[in-house]
């Protein structure tokens, strides 16, 4: 008899057969059927119309048939809970039968139904098998408990059954405990506060004797929950390190791990000094080894650990290099990670045998792995400098291998090399500009580009080269375009005489023939630099870079101590938190490491310095300079309000030179093109002559060529987690400067979609993006439309005034497992007419996990309809799956316009004419700003100050409005210096808007 | 913890589905035959997230088995699991094919609700659930059967029933190794080590207590300051890990390896070593190329090991360039073949003693290509068997106590044997 016909029948009347073999009285028919519609329900058949008739031949002493009638309840009785209720009865009775593994099966199988009526029947059953006299019983019965938990957490708590879970934490049966543990565990991660598990040396001590007696997976638990532990001082600490490390023999790799995460954390607590702490870390390594000799896909997860803990505490691995080289038929994943892993270990001692190895895997076939490894010569350079002429003569001979991807990712490492030790091995130049042709990769090409730019004065044919690039310009992706324009002006200003041609085509290629933004801005600011003062663009231009650090692509020092935390698990596979993909309350809680506590703090960890330290020395420039400082002053520039009667700060009257030599000189630049539209109201007090003036220069102007070479750094060496100063140094002027924009191009993709308002338009346009607080108020994003309301479409966003232009900004992502294509957007009708002005431009298709970032411009010529509130918006969004609607509000600053400003006398007049009943006070509390800075900023969102009164220390400040349907808002507000309470007066003909005007001044101060 | 486990054949038919927890869907099933088993490229992970959902896969043969979870569960200890698993699958019906799995789905589902209850590895140990997973079925119990397969289900020796009884008392130890190498051209060895198992067949009544002593070095210099002196060699071992019937306590403190066998074939420890290797063949490549269409090939091997000892089963695999266009070889000593499938001239000796030394010689002539990538080379490698240990391990006793029944270590059968095989044994050229 075999099983497998119960595969391949697909007979029409398939259900109605059954139906009759269901109900027949035969035995062995039933059964027969039984495992018929098993084996449908297993390939996906919907079988849940036979419900009734399988419930039907659940009372059987057969307990094979038993068995899959329970089957198939687990599965279908969600679907059919009226009928579910029919089993109750024998899942009851059979919770009292004298067989313990039928009380069992019972207790384990309801706790699989999600019904609630069920849920209810359970309970007494379940209290009854919690303290039933076999230990099978109850160490099912504590799984179930979870289970329970799982469908009605408060029911769990009330019926009192966490509290006998506890009790079970002593029960005799070493599996019982390890059960106990596990659902407690489990229960405990979605309550985080709790103190559920109440972890103290009574019941660790427990656990640790446990530890010795349950099964492997027992003791899996059982260590997961130790990890949770934190000891009271570092002798209980090394006790319990003690007990645990005999299980670093134990032939189950996942139970090894288990120890090692315990032994990792704890070990964070014992002094230095002590002699146990030595023996420990000698302890460490040989298991981790035997790691390496199990099957592939644990000795990937061993890898992705091991990349951790060598990060955490390198000295454990330092002499096992050996044991990471790649054996030629390990799976590629394997290899990839030995690779990693190996890259970390090198060190002056072993970096012979490295190389050696990485040459001879960049023989290899796989191509990724042969990049990757090609990569690590690099990184070797870059890591022992003594191995760098021997990297590099490695890296020549692969080079003349010709093979296409060797010779381009050497050429992007060699790169690299060149920043590290710059004026060493530049003779090699030669043979990289003999492989010019073979390039293809963006990468590659741009580093290509880069060298030569770099090196311009000593390649002969310098301009030759670059003006071959040239030719195929937009045809270049970003990355090779960028480069290339800042290779051309560093080679103009080394080689001025013989290359003025080449520099004026390649900025008139960026600026005009191109519709990238960063691209023209980049060109523009070069422009102007080369314009008006070649020294200063020297200065900058050819500024002395950085040097790039060695390790660069390690773990941020707080992920890495909680990813310690969680050796063993799926974050430490993905080196992710488990917030980051685990959905819900679990795992959200953020573990560390404990602190160290007894006397050795003289000690304190320089090993763990080294680990963590090769990115901290790069990490304190990094803090963003102030906001406002650099960027934000720059083009704050238009913000200086002419009738303020205060005296401007010194500061922002050079900004204003600043900012009309580069609408006057980008003119002058620009002779036969129609000149930049300049969406400012640049409204220059001292108009400069058309000939740019020697302009003071004032370090803020740095900060924007500085940034405009963030997005762009051909620079490999920093993957994932690099310190943001790398990514400013490809010229960076200051590395805190460059790190300081660094975020910039996260943010960036947002404004990429703008309409193109003109060139200088969109310059600004940055500083919006980067969320300076010079540019109209823009509320963060909040989800509109969870995923689970529409088909796993997320949709969050926010809106921006950019230029004049409306936008709703858009943030799509699909949390659904297939593509989504075809959006559309619609507006319902609304208060102040706003609709699309164009279609959304979702143009490729949204895949699983994807998230795209739109701009939709809008109008507000729509259809009007007074909304309740005033500016909420109903939006429907279409794709290929459904229509979804959500409704959202947008902040009522996105409609006041720029001509907004009054005149005086007619703001008095009209102040006036607006009769009393139509004013509206309100109290904007905790707003620590002064009356210039509120000015100031409240003018971002095109709230214009027109005049500001000083009575008895009281600023009063007077200002207006205009919405984009014409309607005019006056206010007055009233500042006393010291008191972070502001009254805020509204006059208006529709005092509608009044609250949301309000809403969104207390929004534009307070952020 | 795991929220459901799904098998399938090669085709991404599901063979076997069974869902632990709520937050895995039917979709998930169709999610990992889409996104991994009908994906183009080469698996890049065995752990692949597909919209936040995590799937760990294993294959045997060609079937997948597939474990899925939504939370961050213990990535090791699903691993350890499929395997185990498989195991169990293993000793129920043999080989894991497609066949076999429809023929006993129905046991596998029962199996799966057993040993994974919502998620949790429960005790999996074939001797326990045997007693009571049982292909036939319908098997009464009485009520002392029954407690007693529940108390070993969830004992401290879950792996072992009481009442067992042998007329005689035998048990076999094998020791078998593998022994890995890579050397270089010039004969330096970059890498070796052995990589060792210790496996037990026992067939001994009752619930016997076992002691197994062998020639490490830590142990030994322990005795020997007790004045007993070194007696033969002792071995460095690097690590070790064993079976979870050994008490790991008692190894840590004492260093003693005590435990109470699983009934039949258990293996009892893994260890690994470095130190003092006996590689038992050398090998010496030389290849020289011709112009541009020939190479020439040598290869001597040489036996190190004593000259009354026989190594069997010695195949040397020799990698020859994609563009081979045809091979001569001539070989001293058993029989060489030009193996285009494999891209590879394979020697086969069927024996061969000890410090012995043969030689093969092979024409390698190939087809003019403008492919500028220049072969890679991979290297030489061997297979053996030799009946010694290459790390030196001695099994200095093993004892057996059974206090309740009437026999003694002495009237155990012991049977021990060696086995050295190669593991991956390559030497580069």
């Known amino acids: 008899m075999t099983d497998s016909k119960y595969f391949t029948t697909t007979k029409k009347g398939e259900i109605f057969e059954l139906k009759a073999e269901l109900n027949s009285d035969k035995k062995e028919k039933k059964k027969e059927a039984v495992k018929k519609v098993i084996a449908s329900m297993t390939v996906g058949k919907d079988v849940s119309a036979l419900f009734p008739d399988v419930v039907n031949c659940m009372q059987t002493d057969n307990l094979e048939l038993k068995k899959l009638v329970y089957l198939y309840l687990m599965n279908y009785a969600k679907s059919q809970p009226d009928m579910a209720i029919m089993a109750v009865n024998t899942f009851v009775k059979d919770c009292e039968d004298p067989n313990p593994l039928i009380r069992a099966l019972a207790v384990r199988t309801m706790g699989c139904i999600r019904v609630d009526k069920i849920t209810e029947y359970l309970c007494e059953p379940l209290r009854k098998c919690l303290k039933d006299e076999d230990p099978y019983v109850r160490k099912t019965a504590a799984v179930c408990v979870a289970k329970l938990h799982d469908i009605n957490a408060q029911l769990v ?18 599996m019982v405990v390890a059960n106990a543990v596990a659902a407690l565990s489990e229960i ?27 099964t492997e997976w027992g003791q899996i638990f059982i260590l997961d929950c130790l990890a949770n532990y934190t000891p009271r001082d570092d002798r209980e600490s090394q006790s319990i390190c003690e007990r645990v490390t005999p299980r670093l023999s134990h032939a189950n790799s996942a139970v090894v791990l288990s120890a090692v995460k315990v032994l990792m954390k704890f070990m964070e607590m014992l002094p230095k000094d002590l002699d146990y702490y030595g023996t420990l870390l000698k302890k460490l390594a040989p298991p981790l080894v035997t790691l390496l000799s199990a099957e592939p896909e644990l000795q990937y997860v061993a890898l992705r650990n091991i990349n951790l803990i060598v990060q955490k505490r390198p000295e454990i691995l330092k002499h096992e290099m050996k044991v990471f080289f790649v054996k030629y038929n390990d799976p590629i994943y394997v290899k990839l990670e030995k690779l ?17 190895e990485l040459k001879e895997y960049a023989t290899e076939v796989d191509v990724d792995f042969v990049r990757k490894a090609v990569r690590a010569i690099g990184r070797c350079a870059i890591k022992v400098e003594q191995s760098a002429e021997r990297c590099v003569s ?10 296409n991807y060797v010779v381009q990712e050497a050429i992007v490492v060699i790169k690299d090399i060149f920043r590290k030790y710059p004026n060493k091995y530049e003779s090699v130049i030669a043979t990289l500009c003999e492989n010019l042709d073979s390039l293809d990769e963006p990468e590659a090409r741009a580093a290509m580009i880069w060298i030569v730019g770099e090196y311009a004065e000593r390649i002969d044919n310098a301009d030759e080269l670059l003006e071959s690039f040239l030719e195929g310009f937009h045809d270049e992706s970003t990355q090779v375009q960028l480069q290339l324009l800042t290779a051309i002006v560093k080679l103009f200003l080394k080689k001025p005489t013989e290359t003025q041609e080449l520099v004026q085509q390649v900025l008139s290629l960026a600026t005009q023939d191109s519709d990238n933004p960063d691209l023209r801005d980049r060109g523009y600011i070069y422009w102007r630099l080369l314009s008006t003062d070649p020294v200063a663009a020297k200065e900058v231009v050819l500024a002395e870079k950085p040097l790039i650090s060695e390790e660069t692509d390690l773990i941020e020092p707080t992920l890495l101590e909680e990813l310690i935390c969680h050796i063993g698990t799926l974050a430490s596979v993905y080196h992710k938190p488990p917030s980051a993909f685990v959905e819900g309350s679990r795992g959200v809680m953020h573990k560390r490491l404990p602190a160290r506590t007894g006397s050795g703090e003289g000690t304190e960890c320089p090993d763990v310095g080294n680990a963590a330290g090769g990115s901290a020395p790069e990490a304190a420039p990094s803090i963003i300079p102030s906001q406002g400082d650099l960027l934000g002053d720059l083009l704050n520039l238009d913000l200086a309000p002419p009738t303020t009667t205060g005296p401007t700060p010194s500061t922002s009257g050079m900004q204003m030179g600043g900012m009309d030599l580069l609408g006057g000189g980008l003119e002058s630049l620009m002779d036969e093109s129609e000149p930049p539209h300049v969406p400012l109201r640049t409204d220059p007090p001292q108009s400069p002559s058309p000939q740019p003036p020697s302009p003071v220069y004032t370090h803020t102007d740095y900060t924007y060529t500085d940034y405009s070479h963030t997005d762009s750094p051909p620079d490999h060496s920093s993957t994932e987690h690099s310190p943001p100063a790398e990514l400013g140094g490809d010229i960076g002027g200051s590395p805190a400067m460059g790190a300081g924009f660094g975020a910039a191009p996260a943010v960036m993709p947002a404004s990429l979609n703008a309409p193109v308002g003109g060139g200088l338009g969109d310059l600004f346009d940055l500083g919006g993006g980067v969320g300076m607080p010079m540019g109209a108020y823009i509320p963060p994003k909040t989800v509109w439309l969870p995923a689970m309301k529409a088909k796993g479409l997320e949709i969050s966003g926010t809106f921006a005034r950019r230029a004049g232009v409306i936008q709703m900004e858009l943030v799509l992502t699909n949390k659904a497992m297939s593509v989504m294509t075809d959006f559309a957007i619609q507006f319902n009708r609304n208060s102040f007419g706003l609709a699309p002005a164009g279609p959304l431009q979702v143009l490729t298709p949204l895949g699983p996990n994807q998230t795209i970032e739109v701009s939709l411009p809008l109008s507000t010529v729509g259809p009007v309809m007074k909304m309740d509130p005033l500016n909420n918006l109903q939006v429907a969004v279409k794709n290929n799956i459904d229509v979804f609607y959500f409704s959202c509000q947008y902040p009522i600053s996105m409609l006041f316009v720029e001509d907004g400003k009054m005149e005086r006398q007619v703001f008095l007049a009209t102040w006036k004419d607006i009769p009393n009943d139509n004013e509206s006070q309100f109290q904007i509390q905790d707003c620590h700003l002064n009356s210039e800075a509120a000015s100031n900023k409240l003018q971002g969102s095109n709230i214009f100050t027109i005049a500001k009164r000083t009575v008895e220390g009281q600023d009063m400040l007077y200002m207006s409005i205009k919405l984009s349907n014409g309607i005019w808002v006056l206010a007055e507000l009233k500042v006393q210096a010291g008191n972070p309470n502001y009254t805020i007066s509204l006059k208006c003909r529709a005092p509608e808007v009044s609250q949301c005007v309000f809403q969104c001044y207390e929004a534009v101060l307070k952020n | 913890m ?11 038919e599901v063979l076997i589905s069974r869902v632990y927890r709520d937050d895995i869907g039917r979709n998930a099933v169709d999610a990992f035959r889409v996104n991994v088993i009908h994906a183009r490229q080469q698996v890049r992970s065995p752990v692949t997230n597909i919209a936040r959902t995590s799937f760990f896969h294993v294959k045997r043969s060609n079937i997948w088995l597939a474990a899925v979870t939504k939370q961050n569960v213990n990535a090791a200890m699903v691993f350890e699991f499929l395997y185990k698993m498989c195991d169990v699958m293993t000793a129920y019906f043999g080989k894991i094919s497609e066949e076999n799995i429809k023929n006993n789905f129905v046991l596998i589902y029962e199996l799966l609700d057993e040993i994974l209850d919502f998620g949790y590895p429960q005790n999996s140990e074939t001797g326990a659930l045997k007693t009571f997973i049982t292909q036939t079925g319908i098997k009464s119990q009485s009520k002392e059967e029954q407690s007693q397969i529940t108390s070993q289900v969830t004992g401290q020796i879950g792996w072992r029933r009481e009442g067992i009884k042998y007329r005689r008392n035998e048990l076999f130890l094998d020791v078998l190794e593998s022994v890995n190498l890579l050397m270089s051209p010039q004969g330096q060895v970059l890498s070796a080590h052995v990589s060792g198992r210790v496996v037990m067949k026992s067939y001994l009544s009752g619930m016997p207590e076992c002691k197994f002593g062998m020639n490490d070095k830590i142990v030994i210099d322990k005795q020997g300051k007790g004045g007993e002196g070194a007696t033969g060699q002792s071995i460095a071992i690097d690590d070790c890990t064993f079976h979870q019937c050994v008490r790991l306590s008692k190894f840590d403190a004492e260093r003693s390896i005590s435990f109470i066998p ?54 040397v695999r020799i990698p020859t360039p994609l563009n081979t266009s045809g091979v001569q070889v001539i070989c001293m000593k058993g029989k060489a073949k030009y193996k285009a499938s494999e891209n590879a001239i394979v020697w086969k000796i069927k024996r061969m003693a000890g410090m012995k030394e043969s030689q093969i010689s092979a024409e390698i002539e190939l087809l003019p290509t403008n492919d500028k990538k220049k072969w890679a080379r991979p290297p030489i490698s061997m297979n053996f068997e030799v009946p010694f240990a290459p790390s030196g391990l001695k099994v200095r006793y093993l004892k057996v106590f059974e206090p309740k029944l009437n026999y003694s270590d002495h009237d155990v059968i012991k049977w021990v044997r060696y086995i050295g095989r ?3 044994y390559e030497t580069r050229c």
């Not at chain 1, 559920?196 to 446990?210: M, R, V, Y």
């Not at chain 1, 990693?340 to 050696?356: C, H, P, W």
């Not at chain 2, 420890?269 to 011709?290: A, G, N, S």
Request: glycine fraction near 4%.
């Open chain 2, 2 to 12: 795991i929220g459901g486990l799904f098998i399938y054949n090669h085709k991404g």
């Open chain 1, 157 to 174: 708590e009330d019926q009192g059954f966490l509290d006998t879970l506890k009790d079970l934490i002593s029960d005799s049966n070493p």
């Open chain 1, 340 to 356: 990693d892993i190996m890259i970390r270990l090198a060190s002056q001692a072993n970096i012979a045998q490295v190389l050696a």
């Open chain 2, 262 to 315: 699983p009934d039949g074939e258990c293996e009892l420890m893994r260890y690994r070593t470095t130190k003092d290797i006996i590689l038992p063949f050398r090998v010496i490549p030389l290849v020289r190329e011709v112009g541009r269409t020939k190479l020439e090939v040598k290869v001597v091997i040489k036996s190190n090991f004593k000259p009354s000892l026989l190594a069997q089963k010695i195949e």
């Open chain 2, 422 to 424: 190669s593991g991956i």
């Open chain 1, 394 to 403: 490695t890296l020549l001979d692969l080079i003349q291998t010709k093979v």
């Open chain 1, 188 to 214: 405990a991660e979605s309550h985080p506060n709790s103190n559920l598990l109440d972890l103290n040396p009574q019941s660790i001590n427990k656990l640790l004797t446990a530890l010795n007696e349950c």
